[in-house]
C-alpha cells in the first residue's frame, strides 16, 4: 500500500469538501442576486425513494429529489440551520483542522443571535436533521465534514496503520495491544495500512468473543485481524471494514449470536441499513460473509441443551426479514425457515459448554476451512 | 515502578487464591469426615448490612454473617452452585491460565447431569449470584477469580503500560495511539506501570470529551493521562484508576455532567456503591476529585443559554443523594442546593457554546490551577 499517495488522497478530499461548499454557497448567492429563491437541491430519505439496488448489492436513496427553499414558511426555518451547518462545517471545522460531534455543532448554533431569548436550534434532532441534508446535497458523508459520531469497537491482530491527529502521526502495531486492543475511532479516513500481514478479518459482534480469541492468540495463530462492534456496529467500524474490503480485498467473515437480531446486525455492515440509505455507498461491506452462528451450527455442533427459546417478537422479526430482498439468497430462506420451525436461537458464547477454548480451536477453523457460510 | 517485583506479585496473587479455594475445600472435606452439615460462611450482602465507612471513606460491608449449608432445602440448590463455580475457577479457569466472562461460567455449569433434561443451573442470575457468594467467602473478587465483565473505556496519555496475555507481553505507549486510543481492559491485575511522565489522570464521562481533549492533545500540553469512561465506569476502568491512585499517587480528576446523574458516576468510582459494597475496597477510588461541571460553573462561565431544565426525576434524585452520608461535605450540600433552587442541569459539551477548543485550552486548565474540585 502506498502511504504517500493514501495521505495525498485525504488531503485532497478535504480541499474537495471546501471547494464543494463554496460552489454551495456561490450557487446561492447567484440565486440571491438574480433575484430568484435561494434553494438546495436534496435527495428525499423517506422509504418511497429508498431501494436495494441489485447491481450494487445495497440498500440506496433513488433519483427523487426536492427542492429546500428560503422563502417557504414550511423550509425557511430548515434552510437557515443547514446555513449554520454549512457555516461551522466550513468556518469552525474544515479551517482549522478539527473534528466536532453532532451535540457540538448543536451547541454551537443552538443560540446565534444574540440579546434575544429566540434559540436558531431548538432540540438537537433539528440539527442532526439539517447535517443529513447538507450530507446529502454534497454527496459526501458526514466524517468527510469532520463530524464525529460515537465511537465503539476494539481491534487486534497483524497489521500496523499510521493513525493522524492533526499533525501528529503515530504508527500503531496491532499485534502489541495487549488485552485491550486499539479502540476503533469514529473518523478512520486518515488511517493508512502501513504493514499488512492478515489473511482475512474476523469481526465479532461481543466484546466477550473478542477477548476469547485475543487471550488464545487467534489472530496469530490464523494470520488476521479481529474486531469487536460490541453490539450494533457503530459508523467508524463499518466504514473501516469497508476500507479493508476494497482497498486490501481483504475477506471479512462475520460472527454473530443466532436469530434476528444478530443477521441484523450482519445485513446493516454488508447492505446499509433503511434509515441510513444515503450513507450506505460510504458505510456497506458487500463482500462480507456470514460466518455464524448459524441455526444449522446448533444440531451440527450439538447445542441444543444451551439454546433459548425464540420469542413473540423475534418470530415476527424473522417473518418480515424472509421478505427483505437482500435475505432473498435460497441459503438464507433455508436458515430463517429453519429458525421458524425450531423456534430457539443460540448465542456464539454458548460454545463454551463443550470448553472454553472450542470456539478458537475447533469451530472457527472449521467453518472457515469448510468456508462454511452464508451469502 | 520495579517491574519484576510487580510480576512477583501477579504470580503470587494467582497462586493465593488456588491455596484459598484448596483451604475451602478441605474445610468442607473435614466437615463432612466429621459427619457435620458442609457449609460456607458468607457475609451478608443485604442493605442491613451495608453502610458508609469513614475512615475507610468507601461504602462496604458489615460483619454480619450467614451460614449456607447443604442440608437446608433453602441453601442446597445455591450450595451446589457455589462448588460449580469453585470448580469452574479452579480447575477450568486458573489451572490453565485462562479467562472467562460471567456468561462462559453459566453456559458451561448449566448443564452438568449427563442424562437428565434437568439444569444445575437455570438462569445465569442464579450464577452470578453464587459467583459472589465465593468471591467474598474467599475475600477476594471476581477478577482475581480470572472472571471477566464487559470492558469499557478508552485512554492516551504519556504513559507506557506492559500488558500481558497469557506468555505473550506487550509494551503499550500511551502516547502513540493516534485517534483510537487504548482499550482499558476488564481485567487490569496483570499490567505493569513502565514509563510514567504524568502529573495527573483526568476522567471523562464522555467519549466525545475524550476525542476532544485527544485532538487538542490536552495530555501533551498538560503531561497528564486521559480516560473516558463511556458512561457508568465498568470495573476494569475503576480498578485501574484505583492503582493509579493507590499506586503511583496519581491525582484522579473526574469530570461528569453538572446533574444528579453526573455524580452518581463520581460517587461510584470513588466510594464504590450499594449493590457492590463487598467490591468497593477493590473498586473505590477514594482520593479522586470531582472537577466539574458544576453548578456554579454555569454562571461563572456564562453558559445559562445553554442549560437544560431538570426533570422531575432529576430533583428527586438530588434529594435523596443529599441524604447520603459520602455527600454530606459542606460543598456538595451547597451544590445539591444550588441544583435544587435553579433547577437547571448542563452538559460538559455545552461548554462548545464558547468555541470547540475552550474546554482544553480555558476551563480545564483554569479549574486545575486553582484547584476548583468538589471533594
Not at 133 to 146: I, K, M, Q
Not at 313 to 333: L, P
Request: some cysteine; charged content about 30%.
Amino acid at each position: 500500500m502506498a502511504a504517500r499517495s493514501q495521505e495525498k488522497t485525504n488531503k485532497r478530499n478535504t480541499e474537495d469538501i471546501s471547494l464543494k461548499i463554496k460552489a454551495l454557497g456561490e450557487k446561492l448567492i447567484s440565486q440571491i442576486e438574480a433575484m430568484d429563491n435561494p434553494h438546495l437541491d436534496i435527495p428525499i430519505r423517506g422509504s418511497a425513494n429508498v431501494h436495494f439496488d441489485e447491481s450494487q448489492q445495497k440498500i440506496i436513496l433513488g433519483d427523487k429529489m426536492a427542492k429546500r427553499s428560503l422563502f417557504n414558511v414550511a423550509h425557511a426555518r430548515r434552510f437557515m440551520q443547514t446555513m449554520l451547518v454549512a457555516s461551522y462545517v466550513q468556518k469552525d471545522l474544515l479551517a482549522n483542522e478539527l473534528t466536532a460531534t453532532l451535540r457540538d455543532l448543536y451547541y454551537a448554533k443552538k443560540h446565534t443571535i444574540e440579546g434575544t431569548k429566540e434559540d436558531t436550534i431548538d432540540e438537537q434532532k433539528e440539527s442532526d436533521l439539517a447535517i443529513v441534508d447538507f450530507e446529502v446535497a454534497l454527496e459526501t458523508f458526514r466524517e468527510r465534514l469532520n463530524l464525529r459520531a460515537e465511537p465503539k469497537g476494539r481491534m487486534a491482530g497483524n497489521m500496523t496503520v499510521e493513525d493522524r491527529v492533526r499533525d501528529k502521526v503515530d504508527l500503531i502495531d496491532l499485534s502489541k495491544m495487549g488485552s485491550g486492543g486499539w479502540s476503533v475511532p469514529s473518523i478512520v479516513e486518515q488511517i493508512n495500512f502501513k504493514k499488512v500481514d492478515v489473511d482475512y478479518v474476523l469481526v465479532a459482534e461481543k466484546n466477550a468473543i473478542f477477548d476469547r480469541l485475543n487471550e488464545d492468540k487467534f489472530w496469530q495463530k490464523n494470520n488476521s485481524l479481529i474486531m469487536t462492534t460490541a453490539g450494533q456496529a457503530a459508523r467508524g467500524a463499518r466504514r473501516f471494514l469497508q476500507r479493508l474490503s476494497t482497498e486490501l480485498k481483504l475477506p471479512i467473515y462475520i460472527l454473530t449470536d443466532a436469530d434476528p437480531y444478530g443477521w441484523y446486525i450482519y445485513s446493516t455492515m454488508k447492505y446499509g441499513s433503511m434509515a441510513l440509505a444515503h450513507e450506505s455507498e460510504r458505510l456497506g461491506c458487500r463482500e462480507a460473509k456470514f460466518l455464524g452462528m448459524s441455526i444449522s451450527d446448533i444440531e451440527h455442533y450439538d447445542l441444543k441443551a444451551v439454546t433459548i427459546k425464540a420469542k413473540e417478537v423475534d418470530i415476527k422479526r424473522a417473518q418480515e426479514m424472509k421478505s427483505y430482498e437482500w435475505f432473498k439468497y435460497k441459503e438464507w430462506q433455508t436458515e430463517i425457515n429453519k429458525f421458524l420451525d425450531l423456534k430457539i436461537k443460540a448465542e456464539i458464547q454458548s460454545l463454551s459448554s463443550k470448553n472454553l477454548q472450542y470456539i478458537s480451536n475447533t469451530y472457527l477453523p472449521e467453518k472457515i476451512k469448510n468456508q462454511d457460510f452464508l451469502p
